[in-house]
C-alpha cells in the first residue's frame, strides 16, 4: 500500500473494495476516507466481473 494511499483515493462517487484481494489497512483507509466524506462504499468478496457488474447496477441505476 502506498503511503499516501488515502490521497490517492480522490473524492469518488462510490468505492468499490474487493476484500479477498485488498489488505485489512488498506480496507481501514478507504472505511476512513468514505465516512469523512460521506462515499458509499460497496465490499465484494469475490474479485470478479459478475460481481462487479452486480455492484454497479444496484448503485448506478
Same mark, same amino acid.
Do not use: S, W
Given at each position: 500500500? +502506498?503511503?499516501?494511499? !488515502?490521497?490517492?483515493?480522490?473524492? +469518488?462517487?462510490?468505492? &468499490?473494495?474487493?476484500?479477498n484481494t485488498c489488505s485489512?489497512?488498506?480496507a481501514l483507509s478507504v472505511t476512513k476516507k468514505s465516512e469523512k466524506n460521506d462515499i458509499p462504499?460497496?465490499?465484494?468478496?469475490n474479485a470478479s466481473a459478475n460481481a462487479l457488474?452486480? &455492484?454497479l !447496477?444496484?448503485?448506478? +441505476?
Open positions: 500500500m +502506498p503511503a499516501d494511499f !488515502e490521497n490517492k483515493l480522490g473524492n +469518488p462517487d462510490l468505492m &468499490v473494495v474487493f476484500t485489512h489497512k488498506m462504499v460497496a465490499r465484494i468478496h457488474k452486480t &455492484v !447496477e444496484q448503485y448506478c +441505476p
